[in-house]
């Protein structure tokens, strides 16, 4: 979903597939989508679909675009795949996304953004908090976007809202309430 | 809006001590809890690093918490040494507690079994709510987990809570096990030191991983005025590896000019610099060239990791609490391992004990992922 409209629609069920399947649709060529863990694609292809082709126009200075991202399981469906090779050679690949911050750090690569980062643990995506948060790096002028939410996957699970938030407000942008946020959430 | 948090109480929990105080003296008097292990739990060979040696094998702390696990002990008594010394009452409805952690109990993945079965009791919001409970926190904890930069950030969130007034009080706690899973990771990376590690220097070749908890308990009460505050902070992404840091230091240095900003400084003002110093050759050469970028080559720094290791989600706290102790008692602490400058860039470090008088520091951290994060100490 983008913006409250159906966006694409992944005939898939396992979820590595599903997330080929939207890489394949956005065809972004970016070979280094491949090598990331199954939370950065996530984020990373949620991010793509949110940013669209536009936000790169709007060139807001690289260190005033903050990340501030939450889930609850951290990066355990990567900490599992990641300790079954310790038995026999451990992957130095697979270890560096043992962390749930990396998907913030690819889509920072991607789109070249350097300004605040947060990685919180929640048991369920709580808004409030959010927005209370990226409210203050916008009020402070430390940002003047943020993309922000929440970005989960464990086992068979793949759940991702990522809202785009700019301090100045953009035609057809929704306000930026716990209220909106978990409304698209839902 | 307030600005800065008042630094009210603190605590490490290390093989150095159990309160800052026996920390600060061991350190200062050139002991360190680094030293070769043997623990095949951990790794086949010997291995260097500063472990703790209580709680591992069922051999229980001396004040172990029922149904916790050996993670959710080391903070448990981090924190109640912090609330203790600072008669911080946890039971106040303006009083949040904010958990750092890069892993918590992902020791347990180890028992094998059904592993996805596991999340809930692996989950550090799990481990957050027991201790939250434990102490009778009135609101839900809050969680950061964001690399090694865990402990910095968790500490600007707190200054941030405490500047919008949503808290008076904010205990920030830290801590991290070394279990099989972190230093297989970090040897499969090549960067483990198999001596006691060597921060800047050119003999340098990786880091000691450590085990660690500390808590800082920051505050908005006036009455806290004349306390050491922190007084500026702020996290930069470098956007350009997930695992190898920045080539020019250029948004460690964003970080710290951001910062110092908050913090209506300049650079010149600064007298002190706690540095990340992990001691592999991209960290600490990306480190000096963001210091000397932010005109900072002429203050003294040093980096602590020769006496604690890298204690991942507990380094950023542990590191604050020894700077302010540094500029509580005028003593720089030495860097031990250093000898000769392996950086392109001058710093001025040094592995004897200093006096100075110190106003103004700076602390910063860098991570994987890219994060930079950098806060400064005022009195």
């Known amino acids: 979903m983008r913006n409250g409209e159906l966006y694409f629609k992944a005939g898939s069920e396992d979820p590595s597939s599903i997330l080929a399947e939207i890489y394949e649709h956005l065809l972004p060529a970016y070979p280094k989508f491949y090598k990331m863990d199954q939370l950065s694609k996530l984020g990373w292809l949620a991010t793509e679909i949110l940013l669209g082709p536009e936000f790169r126009y709007k060139n807001y200075p690289a260190d005033k675009v903050g990340i501030v991202l939450s889930n609850a399981n951290a990066s355990l469906d990567t900490d599992i795949r990641y300790y079954d090779t310790v038995k026999d050679i451990a992957s130095p690949a697979l270890f560096v996304y043992t962390l749930p911050n990396i998907v913030a750090g690819e889509i920072s690569i991607r789109h070249r953004l350097k300004g605040e980062n947060a990685f919180f643990i929640f048991d369920h995506f709580n808004a409030g908090f959010i927005q209370q948060y990226v409210s203050g790096l916008l009020n402070n002028d430390n940002l003047q976007a943020c993309i922000c939410g929440w970005v989960e996957t464990l086992g068979k699970q793949l759940d991702a809202a990522l809202f785009l938030v700019e301090k100045t407000p953009n035609a057809g942008a929704v306000g930026f309430t716990p209220a909106i946020m978990n409304q698209i959430y839902q | ?379």
């Not at chain 2, 904010?98 to 180890?110: A, C, D, F, P, V």
């Not at chain 2, 009791?121 to 926190?137: G, N, P, Y």
């Not at chain 2, 099989?180 to 003999?203: E, H, K, M, N, Y």
């Not at chain 2, 102790?325 to 592995?351: A, K, R, Y």
């Open chain 2, 1 to 379: 809006m307030r600005k800065g948090a008042f630094i009210v109480a603190d605590n490490i929990y290390s093989p150095a001590g159990s309160t800052t105080r026996e920390n600060f003296e061991t350190i200062i008097g050139g002991g360190s809890g680094v030293r070769t292990h043997e623990d095949i739990s951990i790794s086949k060979t010997p291995f260097v690093a500063s472990l703790i040696g209580e709680g591992r094998n069922g051999k229980h702390f001396p004040d172990s918490v029922k149904g916790f696990s050996r993670f959710e002990n080391l903070l448990t008594l981090s924190v109640q040494d912090a609330l203790r010394s600072g008669n911080v009452d946890p039971k106040e409805e303006k009083t949040l507690l904010i958990i750092s952690s890069t892993k918590g109990n992902i020791s347990m993945l180890e028992s094998g079994g059904d592993q996805i079965a596991k999340a809930d009791a692996i989950s550090l919001v799990a481990s957050a709510k027991k201790i939250a409970a434990h102490f009778q926190f009135q609101h839900q904890p809050l969680v950061i987990s964001n690399a090694c930069i865990s402990g910095l950030l968790a500490i600007i969130t707190a200054k941030r809570l405490i500047e919008s007034d949503s808290y008076e009080t904010v205990v920030v706690a830290g801590a991290d096990e070394i279990t099989s899973f972190i230093f297989s990771g970090f040897q499969s990376f090549q960067a483990l030191s198999d001596t006691v590690c060597r921060p800047f220097d050119a003999a340098r070749k990786g880091i000691n991983l450590g085990e660690g908890a500390a808590t800082i308990i920051l505050s908005g009460n006036d009455k806290y005025e004349g306390n050491i505050r922190i007084s500026g902070g702020s996290v930069r992404n470098d956007a350009n590896h997930i695992s190898g840091p920045s080539r020019t230091g250029e948004e460690l240095f964003l970080a710290i000019n951001s910062a110092l900003d908050e913090a209506g400084l300049k650079s010149s003002e600064i007298e002190f610099i706690s540095a990340h110093g992990t001691a592999t050759i991209y960290n600490d050469e990306m480190e000096a060239k963001a210091i000397s970028l932010a005109n900072l080559q002429d203050v003294p720094v040093n980096s602590l990791k020769g006496y604690f290791g890298h204690t991942l989600g507990a380094a950023g706290i542990i590191e604050t609490i020894i700077t302010k102790q540094s500029m509580l008692e005028g003593l720089i602490v030495p860097t031990p391992g250093f000898e000769e400058s392996g950086v392109s860039m001058p710093l001025n470090i040094s592995n004897k004990l200093r006096t100075a008088s110190i106003t103004h520091s700076l602390k910063t951290a860098s991570g994987f992922g890219g994060c930079n994060a950098a806060i400064t100490l005022s009195r």
